[in-house]
């Protein structure tokens, strides 16, 4: 019986009773040691005996092995891995070392193994727990979280138990957690009292007062206290903490058995994972046999369970390793090196290591070879940092912590990744290795938002090189001058361009001059024409390189984007999704999402970059890309602020401006000035619009241009307006796009071109028809106008298709301000464009799912496109269905026939 402990147990029982409902869901048990997290465990286990129940545990020498705790929750379970999607089968079996490793996105795997519960739930419901999760390997551990952050229908619950104190930290960012506190006085008593219930008082009251409410401190003093262990505590003062005094308990325990049994166990903590021919193999190396295990048992310490050798609980592990000698602990691993093979034998071997030792560094290298293969990036950077340290040529430490850098970075642990690239800096001499290094150092920095020591980092590397490899030190000074570009310090941009002069290395001129047009930016001039100019040597400089790659790819689209090409960049984008998810390339789609979804935003889409950019938020949140999702937060804002959703767009917008760097803070603030526009607070946006645009980088707020002129305009002072008016047109000019020339002829008629400029924008939006929602800008203040020239019924026309595409998109405070114009030019209004259009009911899972569905994709592969599981796709379906008033998937391609307008559907938005 557990004892205080109602709240936990029902809160568990709840999720297994969803479970057996087709719900799921996912929990973690945290606390320190000895505080109950197993026995909720057990309780959980016991509660389900109608479900299929998968049991797991992180092991602690085994928490540099990929794929180790994966491997031993589903070694009973090897056999269905047959009915995965075929992509999902090569990933999961190489991983698991069961074929041939192949290469793929590390976040596959947990696809693989949230396919492979959802198949399982197929049949009955399914518990998963996992005992001891801050042990997990990291390969595994991000595989699990990857899939228990997805579960949503398929009647699967995943429960792990992680230790708080003097152990890893295991994250679990979107997965609720419970923590556990020590027992009330009177449960630790009533759980005392079914033990012993005949102690003497001094006694009971000591055991109560050293354990502090931690259930197993209770029954671990009291076991000491049986075995004549149990020490007085002087003057009254407790352990320093209830975990060492346990851990204390069990080493004294330990200490007692006879010296071969020790042995047993100490080689029993040192090789984890349990199989009994290695650690009897290892133990009779050192004297120790198969009968040494007797005394252990018999005191509860260590014991065989399912086929293995387990110790009753992971502290009695932990006790028995560290309680040992330094020596006793290097034979034990020299002993369970000669029994083992592989990658634990490189590492049994490392740990008997003392000083440098070259073979077994190649040994740990070529075991992180094999990592790498399997996905697991946690593993690999661990097996490059250990060969690092057991190097004697720094040479070699150096090119084997660049490696550990890298890996790190693409197991997420950006932070360790830094450390090891500026330990990597400091060996390689090498000129072309140093500048790879320099590279990667530069790339890190930016991404945790340093983008200043990122140019910094490549400036120095290319100085450092330009006399040995002129043409490297080119491409890394360019590479300085975009960096610093980004952090908006012009004062580097044109040092890096000085360094290109006066290194006199190749390509200076074309560095000079992508430095100039930067400059210019803060020039009175505005530099909207310099910035173009800079970004299509960019573009030039990436489309010469001839690389084809998926980040290569992304580049391009952006700087499509800042041109204005937003159907090339809208066409390379949706390739880029395409093939990201076809790759199972989920490290990059996240950018691919960004780059869909501000495209379909600009072309109208809306509702379907409001669903890419959610998944991508999603992704980016489980891959650790914090940068990404600044921008996908970015758009998500912007659609609110069209919208007139004032909470979103605040909480996005704090999010933005929390977590994004300095750049970013000059888009929030355009953001909140066209909520303010949509509001008609014309004072209010151009304050802030001001703020904006007059900022060092005005390529990134040239679209705010023409809200500054529209605000200035109808605040009643247009020569506010007059110079940003300018500047968007010449980029307008210079893009040479109808739309954005449309755009500029409308600032010349808000700020009093008279009717020609109306006409002339009205005629370039008909040329062109992107982007709507401009479109629908144009039409509104172009009715507005006619309205105050008193041609009422001319007005109408403009009005009515600008009310008609506000709708559409959305758009609640612009649609009102349409309305409005309308109703004062006589006109009686309809019902709203959302009320008869049944998609606009749909979430954004199930807009993406249904038009999935439509396409005649089975629940499975949409799920395998959508890293979700059949069974939730069949969830979204079923809750899509009445709000779409259909009954069957029949229906559904007819239906976005007739509802889904020809700017979402040729957009993206999740069809394939």
Not at 905 to 912: E, Q, Y
Request: aromatic share 4%; glycine share 8%.
């Amino acid at each position: 019986m557990l004892h205080g402990r109602p709240g936990e147990t029902a809160t568990i029982d709840r999720l297994l009773q969803g479970a057996r409902h087709g719900r799921s869901g996912a929990l973690v048990l945290r606390g320190e040691a000895g505080i109950g997290k197993t026995a909720l465990l057990d309780h959980a286990v016991e509660a389900a005996a109608d479900l299929r129940v998968i049991r797991g545990a992180g092991i602690e020498s085994e928490s540099e092995l990929p794929f180790a705790g994966l491997h031993l929750l589903l070694k009973g379970l090897l056999d269905r891995i047959g009915a995965l999607p075929e992509r999902q089968q090569q990933v999961m079996r190489g991983a698991l070392g069961l074929a041939a490793t192949v290469e793929g996105d590390r976040f596959l795997v947990g696809l693989g193994v949230l396919m492979l519960l959802a198949d399982l739930a197929e049949e009955r419901p399914v518990l998963c727990v996992i005992d001891d999760a801050h042990w997990l390997d990291g390969a595994s551990a991000e595989a699990l979280l990857f899939a228990a952050r997805r579960l949503e229908a398929e009647g699967v619950v995943m429960l792990f138990a992680a230790r708080e104190v003097h152990a890893p930290r295991f994250p679990t960012p979107g997965v609720a957690e419970l923590r556990l506190a020590g027992l009330t006085p009177e449960a630790a008593a009533r759980l005392l009292d079914d033990h012993a219930g005949e102690l003497p008082r001094h006694i009971r009251d000591q055991i109560l007062q050293e354990s502090q409410g931690n259930p197993l401190a209770v029954l671990e003093l009291l076991a000491a206290q049986r075995e004549g262990q149990l020490a007085a505590v002087p003057y009254g003062l407790r352990a320093s903490s209830t975990v060492s005094r346990i851990q204390q308990t069990f080493a004294d325990r330990i200490a007692t058995l006879p010296k071969p049994s020790q042995t047993l166990v100490l080689v029993a903590a040192a090789e984890e994972d349990g199989e009994p021919a290695t650690v009897f193999g290892a133990a009779e190396l050192l004297g120790a046999n198969v009968s040494d295990l007797e005394p252990a048992e018999t005191r509860r310490l260590l014991g065989m369970s399912g086929g293995r050798l387990v110790f009753r609980h992971p502290l009695i592990r932990t006790a028995a390793y560290r309680s040992a000698t330094v020596s006793r602990r290097l034979a034990v691993h020299r002993a369970l090196a000669e029994v083992l093979d592989g990658d634990r034998r490189a590492w049994h071997l490392a740990a008997a290591s003392t000083g440098p030792d070259e073979q077994v560094a190649a040994e740990l290298e070529r075991s992180a070879e094999s990592a790498r293969h399997r996905g697991g990036h946690a593993a690999v950077a661990a097996a490059f940092e250990r060969a690092a340290r057991l190097s004697a040529d720094p040479h070699e430490r150096g090119r084997r912590l660049a490696h550990a850098a890298r890996a790190a970075a693409d197991a997420g642990q950006q932070e360790r990744a830094a450390t090891l690239a500026d330990d990597a800096a400091v060996l390689t001499t090498d000129p072309v290795a140093a500048a790879e290094v320099a590279r990667f150092r530069a790339h890190l920095a930016d991404e945790r938002g340093g983008a200043t020591s990122a140019h910094q980092i490549l400036a120095e590397a290319a100085c450092a090189v330009a006399g040995q490899v002129p043409d490297l030190a080119a491409s890394l000074l360019f590479s300085a001058v975009e960096t610093a570009w980004t952090a908006g310090d012009f004062p580097a941009v044109r040092a890096a361009a000085d360094h290109a002069h006066r290194l006199k290395i190749p390509d200076a001129r074309r560095i000079g001059e992508l430095a100039d047009y930067i400059t210019a930016l803060n020039g009175p001039a505005g530099g909207t024409v310099e910035a173009c100019l800079a970004v299509r040597l960019l573009l030039d400089r990436d489309l010469a390189a001839e690389l084809s790659g998926l980040r290569q790819s992304a580049r391009i689209a952006w700087w499509e984007i800042l041109l204005g090409d937003y159907r090339a960049a809208h066409e390379r984008a949706v390739r880029l999704e395409r093939q990201s998810r076809a790759q199972g390339a989920i490290g990059v789609l996240p950018r691919a999402l960004m780059l869909l979804a501000r495209t379909q935003l600009w072309l109208g889409a809306h509702r379907d970059a409001r669903t890419s950019a959610t998944e991508g938020v999603r992704i980016a949140h489980d891959t650790g890309q914090r940068h990404n999702l600044v921008f996908l937060w970015a758009i998500l804002a912007h659609l609110a602020a069209i919208e007139g959703d004032h909470e979103r767009c605040k909480e996005l917008t704090t999010e933005i401006t929390t977590h994004g760097a300095a750049p970013s803070h000059s888009r929030v603030t355009a953001i909140n000035a066209l909520f303010d526009l949509g509001l008609g607070r014309h004072e209010a946006a151009l304050e802030k619009l001001n703020e904006a645009v007059n900022g060092p980088n005005k390529l990134g707020t040239v679209h705010s241009l023409p809200d500054l002129v529209e605000a200035a305009a109808r605040a009643g002072r247009p020569a506010q307006a007059r110079q940003a008016a300018r500047w968007y047109a010449d980029w307008a000019d210079h893009t040479a796009r109808p739309w954005g020339q449309a755009i500029a002829a409308r600032c010349q008629a808000l700020l009093g071109a008279g009717e020609d400029a109306w006409a002339r924008a009205a005629h370039l939006h008909r040329q062109n028809g992107d982007p709507p929602f401009e479109r629908a800008r144009s039409e509104l203040l172009y009715g507005e106008w006619l309205r105050r020239q008193h041609r009422r019924i001319d007005a109408r026309v403009p009005l009515r298709s600008a009310l008609e595409s506000f709708e559409r998109l959305g758009a609640r405070p612009w649609a009102d301000r349409a309305a409005t114009e309308l109703r004062a030019t006589g006109e009686s209004l309809t019902s709203r464009a959302d009320d008869h259009d049944p998609l606009s009911r749909l979430t954004p899972q199930e807009l993406q799912v249904v038009r999935l569905a439509a396409t005649g994709l089975s629940n499975r592969d949409i799920g395998t496109q959508l890293f979700l599981s059949p069974r939730t796709v069949g969830y979204h379906l079923y809750n899509a269905y009445p709000k779409l008033g259909i009954t069957s998937r029949g229906e559904l391609p007819g239906l976005l026939m007739n509802h889904d307008f020809p700017s979402d559907a040729d957009t993206g938005g999740g069809r394939r």
